[in-house]
Antibody, heavy 121, light 113 residues
Framework: QVQLQQWGAGLLKPSETLSLTCAVY????????WSWIRQPPGKGLEWIGE???????DYNPSLKSRVTISLDTSKNQFSLDLSSVTAADTAVYYC???????????????WGQGTLVTVSS | DIVMTQSPDSLAVSLGERATINCKSS????????????LAWYQQKPGQPPKLLIY???TRESGVPDRFSGSGSGTDFTLTISSLQAEDVAVYYC?????????FGQGTKVEVK
């Protein structure tokens, strides 16, 4: 059974960099796309970006200038960095898996438990 | 970006009754090459991540009870819970994975009347 376990700092000051890591257990990074999604408190879901097993990335243009998603295949992990955070970046951040083979896609079938990141001075 | 609009924002249904949630996309999410609608539904309970219920607009994820069904094509979609159970109380989101920027509806809160 695939499990995604995520961790990272939960309290940041404005202008700092948010860093989260998601480890994949019971499965491989290979053959899948790995995403980050966030949800401000009491609000809806926003796709941040994704990385495939080859390291190719795609980001939401609204965040692209501040986002980096990376892969560590040796540890079966992937990570999110979001720079220059503000209060507007306060949210629960989730990692999730996507299965994609050409045009055949199964979206977000496995999710991490979520990490609340609060940005406050 | 494709805008996903759900209706209603919330609904209260008696146990055992039908619950219907609508989702409209600002442009078609039907991929003509494979005739698939790139539309999914998720269930989110408090303090939990979303759970994939349905993809390709009408394909139930493994393990999802058959009281959950999805329908629709192009820009208009529906999630139906045929007989509401207490454990179905949650927020439901539609999601398009057709375009480069994947987007979600604003969510519909389902409660017991």
């Amino acid at each position: 059974q695939v499990q995604l376990q995520q961790w990272g700092a939960g309290l940041l000051k404005p202008s700092e960099t948010l860093s989260l890591t998601c480890a994949v257990y019971g499965g491989s990074l290979s053959g899948y796309y790995w995403s980050w999604i966030r949800q401000p408190p009491g609000k809806g879901l926003e796709w941040i970006g994704e990385i495939n097993d080859g390291g190719s990335t795609d980001y939401n243009p609204s965040l692209k200038s501040r986002v980096t998603i990376s892969l560590d295949t040796s540890k079966n992990q992937f990570s999110l960095d979001l720079s220059s955070v503000t209060a507007a970046d306060t949210a629960v951040y989730y990692c999730a898996r996507v299965t994609r083979v050409l045009e055949w896609v199964t979206p977000f079938d496995y999710w991490g438990q979520g990490t609340l990141v609060t940005v406050s001075s | 970006d494709i805008v996903m609009t759900q209706s209603p924002d919330s609904l209260a249904v008696s146990l055992g009754e039908r619950a219907t949630i609508n989702c409209k996309s600002s442009q078609s999410v039907l991929h003509t090459s494979n005739n698939k609608n790139y539309l999914a539904w998720y269930q989110q309970k408090p303090g939990q991540p979303p759970k994939l219920l349905i993809y390709w607009a009408s394909t139930r994820e493994s393990g999802v009870p058959d009281r959950f069904s999805g329908s629709g094509s192009g820009t208009d979609f529906t999630l139906t819970i045929s007989s509401l159970q207490a454990e179905d109380v949650a927020v439901y989101y539609c999601h398009q994975y057709y375009s480069g920027v994947w987007t979600f509806g604003q969510g519909t809160k389902v409660e017991v009347k």
